[in-house]
């Protein structure tokens, strides 16, 4: 199989979807304790900017209700609370060390009810159809190799009406700055996860799968394919990162 340069993971384009499951598991659960540091710090904290962008275009009307799904430490569900204060969020993440720290981070007062973590898997959300407002995953799908089946269960516990949301990263389309973003994904991140990380073949495999990961375009029309209405996508950073809006019918 093709190897990622420091040989520990191989390449998404050459596992099957139960090794990749493993893989991701086994990365997620390493870098838990440094996840929220290296995100701020090897994003230049845009990371931040661009949860708070996605958390504006949410719209509450009915459930007020909101499922973040693949949702790591729990910053976008906090972002989300704090934004729209009437809401209560439920949190989806299938690694427990991830569950487990967005609990310790919301466990003061002003979460208190609001917000419930727990560990579950994206393809079988434990969640009754029409019941959330908004359904969103920032930077998870990513790592979901069955992505149809996971934006079915978007769909599925979505309202009529209400917005499923995806936040995620791509290889940048403008031609001037393809060369910078390959140079600093595939030597200067992973360099500098090297000094503050255990397992630094992980930011490899953030590469690795960023660059394998459908151009915007392609994915909207994905979305689209799934059942998913009026998807609109709002490029961020230069289209680092894109945040895609859509509706269930």
Not at 36 to 48: K, P, V
Not at 206 to 215: Q, R
Request: aromatic letters at 14%; proline letters at 4%; hydrophobic letters at 45%.
């Amino acid at each position: 199989m093709q190897k990622s340069k420091n040989a520990k993971y191989p390449s998404v384009k050459t596992v099957s979807d139960i090794e990749r499951i493993s893989m991701v598991k086994e990365i997620f659960s390493t870098i838990t304790g440094r996840y929220d540091f290296l995100n701020h710090f090897l994003s230049l904290r845009r990371d931040i900017a661009w949860r708070r962008f996605a958390v504006k275009k949410m719209v509450f009307f009915k459930t007020k209700r909101f499922l973040d799904i693949a949702c790591g430490t729990g910053d976008l569900s906090i972002n989300a609370c704090l934004k729209h204060r009437d809401i209560s969020v439920a949190g989806v993440d299938f690694v427990y060390p991830m569950v487990k720290a967005a609990g310790n981070k919301t466990k003061n007062k002003e979460f208190c009810g609001r917000i419930n973590f727990i560990q579950g898997n994206a393809l079988q959300l434990p969640f009754d159809e029409n019941s959330f407002d908004v359904t969103a995953t920032a930077f998870g799908i990513r790592n979901i190799p069955q992505k149809a089946e996971a934006l079915q269960e978007m769909l599925r516990v979505t309202i009529p009406g209400g917005q499923i949301m995806i936040l995620e990263m791509t290889f940048i389309q403008n031609r001037f700055f393809k060369l910078a973003y390959y140079i600093y994904l595939n030597f200067l991140l992973p360099l500098m996860a090297k000094i503050f990380s255990k397992n630094t073949a992980a930011y490899y495999y953030l590469a690795d799968s960023i660059m394998n990961f459908p151009s915007p375009e392609e994915f909207a029309d994905f979305m689209r394919e799934t059942g998913i209405s009026e998807v609109k996508i709002y490029p961020l950073t230069f289209g680092i990162t894109c945040l895609y809006v859509g509706r269930k019918k």
